[in-house]
Structures are given as structure tokens and as C-alpha cells.
């Protein structure tokens, strides 16, 4: 069974303060994605990424896939109040089946 | 476009009793996914359709849950009897392809049902 761990698992910060959460395995995955969960909705998709080391930028959030595709991170600049929510990885692995962890909850205060 | 529909988006029950949610996909998505996600972890796939087929139930408790995907559309998802360890949040998701080498396609969900078992 493949794993994605994800850290930290809660989150707290003052708006404009930066902030990087990470996404590991030990399995391999042909793609990963992330996506962010606002209470009472489901998840909204952000980024995929395939090839590893790739970097991504989406506005103020940048997402890099590890060489070995195993791990990724999401770096986020000068953090916003709308940027609370339940980020999410999942990776799609051998059996093309997507995986999720169990997600880091951030909460950005004003 | 129109996004995933899920219903009803709450509901509680008693435990042994019967529930049925109900998911209607974004127009021409032919993969639909029923995802359970219990409160303070990631969504946990139960059961994945191409079409109107059943392509990944094997995480699907088949002894109280079943599901179905009628002509390739609309699907429900049924809870028969319902246990305490059941009360979470039920999403469904659909996307265009499965995967399998094609581009990897995001997943669209649904709002959720969420539900407690009592």
C-alpha cells in the first residue's frame, strides 16, 4: 500500500508570513497532485505535477515534485486569510489509483 | 459548467438503519469515484466506475456497502446496516479518463454528504 505523510498535520499563522508543507513517501508516483478543502466542500484541485524536480508556480503558491518523485512540497508567500483550508497531496502510483494523505490544516489569521 | 451534485448534504441516522446518497457527475466525465473521508484524515477511495462498470471495489466494505452507476451517469451509494464507524463525510468525484498513461486529470468532487451515525 502506498503512503503519503504529510507535515505538519496543523498549521497556525499571521497573515504575510511564509509557510512550506511537505508531502513524502516512500513509494514512487508517476504524478501528484495537491489539492485545498474548505470546511463543508470538497476538495478543489491546485496542481499536478509529473516530472520530477518540476516547479510550478500558481500565484503566490509554488509546488515542486521531488527528482525521485516521492515527496513534494507547497511553498506559500505572504499568506492570506482566503489561503485557510485542508491541503491535501494524493499521488497516483503503479496501479493508477489516487492516494491521499491525511492532509495539513492551515489556518491564517489576520 | 455545472459541478459535481451530491445529495442530501447531511444526514443523520440510527445505527442498523438503511441511508442512500446520490451523485450526478459533470456531463461527459466517464470515471466516477466514491470517496469516504472520516473526520482529520484524506479522502479513501471505496469505489471507482469507468462508465457504467465497476473498475476498483476493493476497498469497498461489501458486506453493508454497495453501490451502483445506472447508463453511465447518475450513481448512489448505500450503507445497509449502518454502523457508528460510518459517520464521516461521503464525496463523490468523476474526471474525464481514469489515468493510464493519458494526461493525469484532476478529479472534480462534489460538495459531500456528510453523515452521522448515531
Known amino acids: 500500500t502506498q503512503l503519503l505523510e504529510q507535515s505538519p498535520q496543523f498549521l497556525s499563522i499571521q497573515e504575510g508570513e511564509n509557510l512550506t508543507v511537505y508531502c513524502n513517501s516512500s513509494s514512487v508516483f508517476s504524478s501528484l497532485q495537491w489539492y485545498r478543502q474548505e470546511p463543508g466542500e470538497g476538495p478543489v484541485l491546485l496542481v499536478t505535477v509529473v516530472t520530477g524536480g518540476e516547479v510550478k508556480k500558481l500565484k503566490r503558491l509554488t509546488f515542486q515534485f521531488g527528482d525521485a518523485r516521492k515527496d513534494s512540497s507547497l511553498h506559500i508567500t505572504a499568506a492570506q486569510p482566503g489561503d485557510t483550508g485542508l491541503y491535501l497531496c494524493?499521488?497516483?502510483?503503479?496501479?493508477?489509483?489516487?492516494?491521499f494523505g491525511k492532509g495539513t490544516k492551515l489556518t491564517v489569521n489576520p | 459548467e455545472a459541478g459535481v451534485a451530491q445529495s442530501p448534504r447531511y444526514k443523520i441516522i440510527e445505527k442498523r438503519q438503511s441511508v442512500a446518497f446520490w451523485c450526478n457527475p459533470i456531463?461527459?466525465?466517464?470515471?466516477l469515484y466514491w470517496y469516504q473521508q472520516i473526520l482529520g484524515q484524506g479522502p479513501k477511495l471505496l469505489i471507482q466506475?469507468?462508465?457504467?462498470?465497476?473498475?476498483?471495489d476493493s476497498q469497498l466494505p461489501k458486506d453493508r456497502f454497495s453501490a451502483e452507476r445506472l447508463k453511465g451517469v447518475d450513481s448512489t451509494l448505500k450503507i445497509q446496516p449502518a454502523k457508528l464507524e460510518d459517520s464521516a463525510v461521503y464525496l463523490c468525484?468523476?474526471?474525464?479518463?481514469?489515468?493510464?498513461?493519458?494526461?493525469?486529470?484532476?478529479?472534480?468532487f462534489g460538495s459531500g454528504t456528510r453523515l452521522t451515525v448515531v
Open positions: 494524493a499521488g497516483r502510483g503503479g496501479s493508477e489509483k489516487l492516494v
Open positions: 456531463s461527459g466525465h466517464a470515471t
Open positions: 468525484a468523476s474526471s474525464l479518463t481514469a489515468g493510464g498513461g493519458v494526461a493525469n486529470y484532476g478529479y472534480t
Open positions: 466506475f469507468q462508465n457504467n462498470g465497476v473498475v476498483d
